[in-house]
């Protein structure tokens, strides 16, 4: 058992009562012979036997499936949603493991009765079976219940703030395409992880550390670093845009749609092919840029913008686009939703950094025709209609104009200065508080602070 598990299963001596399977306690309850006394003390075997029957149910029944009100009340706490989705994930598994178990009570009651060696041993290949369900088991809850757990911690408001952050891009996603689709629920879950990047787990995908077994809602991965200063929070609409071109129906037409595209404008085979294994990526940054506005750009670079030799390396394999390219593709979206003068700074800004792709290990032929396949893949991405959102473009249902970005800059002084930022889009207050700190118009931390108590308290 877990460190976690053994915290859980004391936080619910009391609810797990109700769990037990049947029988447990019944033989004493009963008068149930007591161990029998030997020439040479006490029956050593009688008890344990017992105690293999009740160690297996006490264990059952502590996982069992989580409770709302196990969670302590209050904005940041899990949902009732997330709670419901991931116990139809436990139920399946518990079922299993309490059939396992009840296989081992009635097997111990065997062995205790007939104390033979062919009864011993079936109750020992039972027990041995039961504990591979209680690891399949343990595994999907231990992993579930410290998510959840972190928004009882310090950082819940922090988390919190990011989930609204996520639904609101889904919202944004999903009133814009043409055609009338629900949104998706439950909506994306955030928690914490330490380490440089952050990362999603998209909805059905099936994990290796829940066993193989379908994860149940979008889970946004956000280092500890990011959650401290959130205008580098682009992360969040970047990994939402992963979930989204898979609920959006787009993961299988893109990648085909970009190789089309490239191909038939004469690009070499190997450029399209390449372009097409990066589409993923390509369609989080891009998605990104939609969602949140110019100041995302900003945020990107804060990622990819390390050593030269780092930003210009070339791997054959990876599903990123070669950092390099990956802020010049952003520049080229943003010169075409009509920030045309924001998109030049950005460029002579990036290529100041960085002057010399050919100084790296990209692909001559992958240099070389930079310039017109990066518009083309933008092109296929976010102008091309596609019939999954109602014959749509990309850009046409996730719009930022002008006016969003004047929004953006009265909320960014608004916000340093402690004043409500009115009624803005949440995903908004991300470029919000990069507008604020490149602008200097308050401290980081205070800064920071505004952001999440704006969010927490929506």
């Not at 960085?354 to 396949?373: F, I, N, S």
């Not at 109602?390 to 402690?418: I, N, W």
Request: glycine letters at 8%; charged letters at 20%.
């Amino acid at each position: 058992m877990t460190p976690t598990t053994h915290r859980r299963a004391a936080a619910r001596s009391t609810a797990t009562a109700s769990r037990r399977p049947r029988g447990d306690g019944r033989a004493a309850r009963r008068g149930a012979p007591r161990a029998p006394q030997g020439p040479g003390g006490p029956d050593v075997l009688g008890p344990w036997i017992r105690a293999q029957s009740v160690n297996v149910r006490r264990h059952a029944a502590a996982l069992g499936p989580f409770r709302r009100e196990e969670f302590e009340a209050g904005p940041a706490t899990v949902t009732e949603g997330h709670v419901q989705a991931t116990n139809e994930l436990i139920e399946a598994l518990w079922r299993g493991l309490m059939g396992a178990t009840t296989q081992v009570t009635q097997a111990a009651a065997r062995a205790q009765s007939e104390r033979s060696t062919p009864a011993l041993q079936q109750m020992l290949v039972l027990k041995e079976r039961a504990h591979e369900w209680v690891r399949a088991t343990e595994r999907v809850w231990d992993f579930y219940f410290e998510l959840f757990t972190q928004r009882q911690s310090q950082f819940g408001p922090w988390l919190l703030a990011c989930d609204r952050i996520a639904l609101n891009c889904y919202q944004a996603a999903f009133t814009g395409i043409a055609s009338t689709r629900p949104v998706p629920a439950p909506g994306p879950f955030s928690y914490m992880r330490t380490g440089f990047s952050p990362a999603t787990f998209r909805r059905g995908v099936r994990l290796t550390r829940l066993g193989r077994l379908p994860n149940p809602f979008p889970l946004v991965q956000l280092p500890y670093h990011r959650l401290v200063s959130p205008w580098t929070l682009g992360a969040v609409l970047h990994e939402c845009s992963h979930n989204l071109q898979n609920d959006l129906g787009l993961a299988r037409v893109l990648p085909v749609a970009i190789e089309r595209r490239l191909t038939t404008a004469g690009l070499p085979t190997s450029v399209a092919r390449t372009w097409r294994r990066w589409n993923r990526e390509a369609f989080a940054d891009l998605s990104g840029l939609l969602l949140g506005g110019p100041a995302i750009v900003g945020s990107l670079m804060d990622v990819v913008g390390r050593a030269p030799r780092t930003v210009t390396a070339y791997s054959s394999t990876g599903p990123h686009p070669t950092p390099w390219l990956r802020t010049l593709l952003s520049v080229e979206l943003l010169r075409r939703m009509g920030f045309e003068q924001e998109a030049a700074r950005q460029r002579r800004a990036w290529l100041r950094l960085y002057p010399d792709p050919r100084a790296g290990t990209m692909p001559r032929q992958l240099v070389a025709t930079h310039p017109e396949a990066i518009a083309l893949v933008v092109d296929a991405i976010c102008f091309q209609p596609y019939a999954s959102l109602g014959g749509q473009s990309l850009a046409a249902s996730v719009r930022f104009e002008p006016k969003h970005q004047a929004m953006v800059e009265q909320a960014a002084r608004r916000l340093a200065s402690g004043t409500d930022p009115g009624v803005l889009p949440s995903r908004f207050l991300i470029a919000a508080a990069r507008v604020a700190l490149d602008r200097r118009y308050a401290r980081p931390g205070v800064i920071a602070r505004r952001f999440y108590d704006e969010l927490v308290e929506r």
